[in-house]
């Protein structure tokens, strides 16, 4: 049943603690509408993937709930996992078996009968492109390949909402723009949801009709993209190279500095002043559209790699 426009997932309030202590995840709440793709963007250990767990029936909040078509995930997992298909992030399909294998395995697996998984099979099969690679065993595949693998079986099972955890990690450029058509493709043929993670800022602002960007177990921002990049009051960026700290740009809008490059955030006219003013005096710049990227360093006061925490 593909369903539209109302939420398909719920969270409120979400709290994570992990043993030892860690606060995963701080207050998430969030809704998923039917028929969209909802991407959750954060550097790594923002707690993306405890939220996915959570969602799918894998791992207990600390408090806070999350509801999936009206079911809640501690309450009703089974319910729950009727209702979703979830490829996690470190997700490898089996290497002796066959893309055809893989999901009609998962398929009776989950229940569907064997003549009924047959024909979704053959359909996915077809859908994922994945025709010339159907009976070689999955050892043999590259990455991209794997990848789509997984992502054609828990489209197969054709529930209402699909989670996918960082989907093009680790993928080439190709194998990843393969991924962003599947994933358009699913939702607008089908009507169905998807809620993805990812770190990728780029793909965060293509894909997502709605999303939010997570730091610390905590939203920062949520909406559109262009919601999100409204929050910025401004069109364009100006990016400065200069160490010099003593340079100023504020007369030509909110200035932020991140290393040795400094950010304006402005309107197309002071941009094209201020980028002919760097360019006599021989500083390195560049101008282009504010994007999310600009959000997060905006509220976080790095970029995403700087935020990812580490070990
Ligand atoms: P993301 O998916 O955004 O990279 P995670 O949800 O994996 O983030 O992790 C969020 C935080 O929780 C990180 O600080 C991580 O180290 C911690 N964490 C994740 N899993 C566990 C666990 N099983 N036990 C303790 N801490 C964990």
Known sequence: MAVSSEAILESRELEKTYRGGTKALNGISLSVNGGTIFGLLGPNGAGKTTFVKIAATQLLPTSGSIRILGHDVVREPKAVRNAIAVVPQEARPLSLQTPYE???????????????????????????????????????????????????????????????????????????????????????????????????MDEAETLSDNLAIVNKGKIIAQGTPKEIKKRLNAENVVIVKSSDSSMSFETYGRTLRAGSSVRVFTDRQRADELVSVCLRKNLEVSVREVNLEDVFISEVGTNIDDATESD
Do not use: F
């Open 102 to 200: 893989h999901i009609l395995t998962y398929l009776i697996a989950r229940g569907v009968s064997i003549s009924e998984a047959k024909k979704r099979a053959n359909v996915a099969i077809e859908n994922l492109k994945l025709q010339d690679h159907r009976n070689v065993i999955c050892a043999n595949l590259s990455g991209g390949l794997r990848q789509r693998v997984l992502i054609a079986m828990a489209m197969s099972s054709e529930t209402d909402l699909l989670i996918l955890d960082e989907p093009t990690l680790g993928l080439d450029p190709l194998a990843r723009l393969e991924v962003w058509n599947l994933v358009r493709d699913y939702v607008s043929k089908n009507s169905r949801t998807i809620l993805l993670t990812t770190h990728y």
